[in-house]
């Protein structure tokens, strides 16, 4: 039976939020999503566990503070794993560091405050079709 529902890898980096990373997760659920939810910061334990989980996406919030350059040894560590799982993030960012994530292979950069309904939309689009 084909897969119907996107199956997401969700972590946060930086510190503090997690009630709200939590609420966060729960809604994606709630909207149809199979959610895996990791508190791992470190990028090899994170692609680690997506291939494990078998995940269609790695969703990262971002925080105040957060090491953008982890984002490009996501990207590294999938490209040597052999495996194409979509890297999204969003939360606190500017416009240059945003640009900078693109560059490091991140799909997608969805800002504080982008609804539920519109991340849904968008994985039914960009993750959807491929997880088939």
């Given amino acids: 039976m084909p897969q119907t529902k996107i199956r997401i890898l969700m972590g946060r980096l930086g510190e503090g939020y997690k009630e709200s990373s939590l609420k966060f997760a729960k809604a994606l659920a709630d909207a149809g999503c199979e959610v895996v939810y990791t508190e791992l910061q470190d990028p090899e334990a994170i692609v680690r566990s997506a291939i494990q989980e078998s995940v269609d996406v790695i969703g990262m919030t971002t925080l105040p503070g957060a090491d953008i350059e982890v984002f490009q040894t996501i990207s590294d560590v999938l490209k040597r794993e052999k495996n194409d799982i979509l890297v999204t993030a969003g939360g606190f960012l500017d416009e240059a560091d945003i640009a900078r994530l693109k560059a490091m292979g991140v799909k997608e950069f969805f800002p504080k405050g982008t609804s539920i309904k519109a991340l849904f939309e ?9 997880a088939r």
């Fill in 122 to 130: 968008w994985g039914q689009i960009h993750i959807l079709p491929k």
